[in-house]
């Protein structure tokens, strides 16, 4: 029987958990993922100031379907009061977490104020989280970071214990400073030193890939939770995987049958949820389509040819191509 933890009243399993990333883990992306076996998915991030002021993507970013449960909704910004009147609004949509993001790197958001800007104020990381956790009620709040926004400024322990301290449940934590993006290594040493350094949850984020990586994130961080970002890009397998681990099941590979069903599945339940043309939701599935193919023979011809699919039948014959020249070269497995 699997472990869970507790994040506030929601119970998740101890397996692998879907990261939040913005522009990929979409609605049809994660409950791909929870089909596959993620104990728990977290929403594209969401301006806290635009949802404000109805901002016309709300709903779209913060629905909660049963098919995602558990899963949070996570919010960006950089002032309380704008946090907590969002907060307020989220709550409509009936999320099991929220989470608040301060470790976005991208200039966009830094740019503001925002996301891993809060690294480098905990008092100001503090009190949003204390806003938060307000209107939030009995709705957990959690919190995602970074290990700091450079090399000489490595202070999660800070932001967590700040975290904990405004009442947030658990907080989530990128072994990457804000410099590094998503280059380098993880720093996984420093999610131990949160886990060490706090009594709430704690989720250990950067390089999950496979069975072995998430146990050593487990073993050498002693963190409650796992969580996986780009190594699902194409493969939700990687949370069937992880998860039969810890049932004690046997895992088996995905064929490269399985591959371009699941691939295909994933289009169709991208274009099923979106509200353009096929034309237009097909140019958001080329990404999808090329991030199945990678890592096989050929796949960068392969790649191209995703990016210039317009129409599902062509996703469907370009799959048929690619499990037969998977075949021609010994590859299929």
Same mark, same amino acid.
Request: aromatic share 8%; charged share 25%; proline share 4%.
């Given at each position: 029987?699997?472990?869970?933890?507790?994040?506030?009243?929601?119970g998740?399993?101890?397996?692998?958990?879907?990261a939040?990333?913005?522009?990929?883990?979409?609605?049809?992306?994660r409950?791909?993922?929870?089909?596959?076996?993620?104990?728990?998915?977290?929403?594209?991030?969401?301006?806290?100031?635009?949802?404000?002021?109805?901002?016309?993507?709300?709903?779209?970013?913060?629905?909660?379907?049963?098919?995602?449960?558990?899963m949070a909704?996570?919010? @960006?910004?950089?002032e309380?009061?704008?946090?907590?009147?969002?907060?307020?609004?989220?709550?409509?949509?009936?999320?099991?977490?929220?989470?608040?993001?301060?470790?976005?790197?991208?200039?966009?958001?830094?740019n503001?104020?925002?996301?891993?800007?809060?690294?480098?104020?905990?008092?100001? =990381?503090?009190r949003?989280?204390?806003?938060?956790?307000? =209107?939030?009620?009995?709705?957990?709040?959690?919190?995602?970071?970074?290990?700091?926004?450079?090399?000489?400024?490595?202070?999660?322990?800070?932001?967590?214990?700040?975290?904990?301290?405004?009442?947030a449940?658990?907080?989530?934590?990128?072994?990457?400073?804000?410099?590094?993006?998503?280059?380098?290594?993880?720093?996984?040493g420093?999610?131990?030193?949160?886990?060490?350094?706090?009594?709430?949850?704690?989720i250990?984020?950067?390089d999950i890939?496979?069975?072995?990586?998430?146990?050593?994130?487990?073993?050498?961080?002693?963190?409650?939770?796992?969580?996986?970002?780009?190594?699902?890009?194409?493969?939700?397998?990687?949370?069937?995987?992880?998860?039969?681990? @810890?049932?004690? &099941?046997? @895992?088996?590979?995905?064929?490269?049958?399985?591959?371009?069903?699941?691939?295909?599945?994933?289009?169709?339940?991208?274009?099923?949820?979106?509200e353009?043309?096929?034309?237009? =939701?097909?140019?958001?599935?080329?990404?999808?389509?090329?991030?199945?193919?990678?890592?096989c023979?050929g796949?960068?011809?392969?790649r191209?040819?995703?990016?210039?699919?317009?129409?599902?039948?062509?996703? &469907?014959?370009?799959? &048929?191509? @690619?499990?037969?020249?998977?075949?021609?070269?010994?590859?299929?497995?």
């Amino acid at each position: 029987m699997i472990d869970t933890i507790k994040i506030g009243k929601t119970g998740i399993r101890r397996t692998a958990a879907l990261a939040p990333m913005a522009g990929a883990a979409d609605r049809a992306y994660r409950q791909i993922c929870r089909k596959f076996g993620a104990s728990y998915v977290v929403s594209e991030m969401v301006s806290a100031k635009g949802i404000c002021y109805s901002d016309r993507k709300t709903a779209a970013l913060c629905t909660v379907t049963d098919a995602e449960r558990p899963m949070a909704v996570q919010l @960006f910004g950089n002032e309380p009061e704008f946090m907590a009147k969002a907060v307020e609004i989220v709550l409509g949509y009936r999320p099991d977490v929220i989470d608040i993001n301060m470790g976005c790197p991208v200039p966009k958001v830094v740019n503001t104020g925002a996301g891993s800007a809060l690294m480098k104020d905990a008092g100001l =990381a503090e009190r949003i989280t204390a806003a938060a956790v307000r =209107a939030a009620g009995d709705v957990p709040v959690t919190v995602k970071i970074r290990s700091g926004w450079g090399s000489e400024n490595i202070n999660a322990v800070e932001l967590a214990r700040a975290a904990e301290s405004a009442g947030a449940l658990a907080v989530t934590v990128h072994g990457r400073t804000r410099e590094q993006y998503y280059s380098g290594e993880a720093d996984i040493g420093v999610i131990a030193d949160v886990k060490r350094a706090v009594k709430i949850p704690v989720i250990g984020n950067g390089d999950i890939t496979d069975l072995d990586s998430c146990l050593k994130m487990y073993e050498r961080t002693g963190c409650d939770l796992v969580m996986i970002g780009r190594g699902s890009y194409g493969n939700p397998f990687i949370f069937r995987e992880i998860a039969a681990h @810890f049932d004690g &099941e046997t @895992f088996v590979p995905p064929t490269v049958e399985e591959k371009m069903e699941v691939m295909l599945g994933h289009i169709r339940l991208l274009l099923e949820l979106s509200e353009k043309p096929e034309e237009y =939701a097909m140019r958001e599935a080329r990404k999808i389509a090329a991030w199945y193919m990678n890592g096989c023979y050929g796949s960068a011809k392969f790649r191209g040819r995703c990016y210039q699919l317009s129409t599902y039948r062509e996703a &469907e014959l370009l799959a &048929e191509k @690619f499990v037969t020249v998977q075949h021609e070269h010994g590859t299929a497995n």
